[in-house]
């Protein structure tokens, strides 16, 4: 009861300061856009609906990566200390996680928004199941990220390391996602992602309850 | 001698594979024809290569609630033999793909996973790398392996099956269960699992003991 309380304390206290400033959103949002700008004037049109998949991803992966990772890597030292003083660090790991999975909510809603109209030819005719692999991976790359980004600011190496780290780790989730999305690309029906959709289920428990075991140990110095 | 006898066990059974692996007889097979014997050189390395990141997990954790720093040497001496594993598994699987389906490197999902696999610990080589304090080294990067090691599995033993692939035994192909008939190869194949598993293990302990010699001396 007392964790709850901590972190609906945690989610509040980050929402109020992600919306004072309006940093992370805002930032990550723009790069979003001009990204899929910048992949318009270059592609002008894509040919086939493969690229259409695989360049919607790669553009949310580095959306998600920039966003996520400031989590732990944008506080300061006496900012941990304090909020580790105030709450356990199983609240602190679990606030910090369904921020980062409420703000990849909005934004991939957002750059989805923005890629189809941009990109219009390929919509895909089971949008559903389109936007369920869309909240799916928002939910793996937070849960995935959030922890990375708590191992790189403690290893004190910030950008690089998150990406040399975080890399290897996300990329059976992609190839998952990616796979999940097309069956949407393809309009098969749903039944032929129910295997996709268990085992992108299975491996964010698995990263949330490994996160939740090991936390403990990291946020000590 | 109680303490040698699997070092000399594995130094035979390895030998002893070898010689049986090339000259002992095998099942006549369109396209795979002798090459099937890349089986016992080939698969032996990624059951090292588990076996030694097994430890090395297994020293990882013990070392989160020990803070000693001989379980972290041996977790990172156990990752250090296990690449070496590894990589000989992708290039003995790269020869043999060479002869079978006609390229080095054909991106087959089962040698992709295997790449991204290894290059999950080379991160963990360079993580370790990026952190000068020594228990803080040992703290995060045990953290990190922990946090890798499922992931591994999901690349090595999950993902290939959801996957089209050409590798014997994935993707509705045959694995060499379905050629054995006779119990031939059985008779190398195990041997070789064991054989090459006691040389990786014998492998790490030599690493492990020439760096904390290493240490020990440092630290006078």
Redesign the interface.
């Known amino acids: 009861m007392q964790l709850a309380k901590e972190v609906k304390y945690l989610i509040h206290k980050e929402v109020l300061l992600e919306w004072r400033s309006k940093y992370t959103i805002n930032g990550v949002l723009l790069y979003v856009v001009s990204t899929i700008f910048t992949c318009y004037l270059s592609f002008v049109s894509l040919s086939d609906k493969l690229a259409w998949n695989a360049l919607f991803w790669i553009i949310l992966l580095f959306a998600s990566i920039n966003g996520v990772s400031k989590s732990f890597l944008q506080e300061t030292k006496g900012q941990q200390l304090y909020s580790y003083i105030l709450a356990s660090p199983a609240a602190v790991l679990i606030s910090k996680t369904v921020y980062n999975i409420l703000l990849m909510l909005v934004l991939t809603t957002i750059a989805l928004g923005f890629y189809t109209l941009v990109f219009d030819s390929f919509t895909p005719p089971d949008l559903l199941l389109y936007y369920v692999a869309v909240v799916l991976g928002s939910i793996s790359f937070s849960t995935v990220f959030t922890?990375?980004s708590a191992?790189a600011s403690?290893?004190?190496?910030g950008g690089m390391?998150m990406a040399?780290?975080s890399?290897?780790?996300i990329?059976?989730v992609l190839?998952?996602l990616i796979?999940l999305a097309k069956n949407a690309v393809d309009g098969l029906p749903w039944e032929n992602s129910y295997?996709?959709i268990g085992?992108l289920l299975v491996?964010n428990v698995?990263?949330v309850a490994?996160?939740l075991l090991?936390f403990p140990?990291?946020w000590r110095? | 001698m109680n303490k040698t006898w699997w070092k000399i066990l594995g130094s035979v059974l390895v030998v002893y594979t070898a010689i049986a692996g090339l000259l002992l007889g095998v099942p006549r097979l369109p396209i795979l024809n002798e090459s099937i014997r890349n089986l016992y050189f080939h698969v032996p390395m990624w059951f090292s290569m588990i076996v030694l990141f097994s430890i090395s997990v297994f020293y990882s954790i013990k070392s989160?609630s020990s803070k000693s720093e001989i379980d972290d040497l041996k977790a990172v001496e156990s990752v250090n033999a296990g690449i070496i594993f590894g990589l000989l598994g992708l290039v003995t699987g790269a020869i043999w793909a060479k002869y079978t389906w006609g390229q080095f490197w054909s991106f087959d999902p089962k040698q992709n996973?295997a790449a991204?696999?290894v290059?999950?610990y080379f991160?963990y080589l360079?993580?370790r790398n990026?952190?000068d304090e020594e228990q803080?080294r040992a703290?995060?990067s045990?953290?990190?392996n922990?946090?890798?090691f499922?992931?591994m599995v999901?690349?090595l033993f999950?993902?290939p099956r959801?996957?089209d692939s050409l590798h014997p035994g994935n993707g509705g192909n045959p694995g060499f269960n379905s050629y054995d008939l006779d119990s031939r190869m059985r008779m190398v194949f195990y041997p070789a699992c064991l054989g090459w598993i006691l040389i990786g293990y014998w492998v790490y302990t030599i690493r492990f003991r020439l760096r904390s010699i290493e240490t020990k001396q440092q630290h006078n």
Do not use: Q, R
């Open positions: 922890m990375v191992i403690k290893a004190g190496n390391l040399i780290l890399f290897p780790i990329i059976p190839i998952l796979k295997d996709e085992m491996v698995l990263t490994t996160s090991l140990y990291l110095d | 989160l996973f991204i696999s290059l999950l991160a360079i993580l990026a952190i803080k703290k995060i045990a953290i990190y922990i946090f890798a499922p992931m999901v690349l999950v993902l959801l996957k």
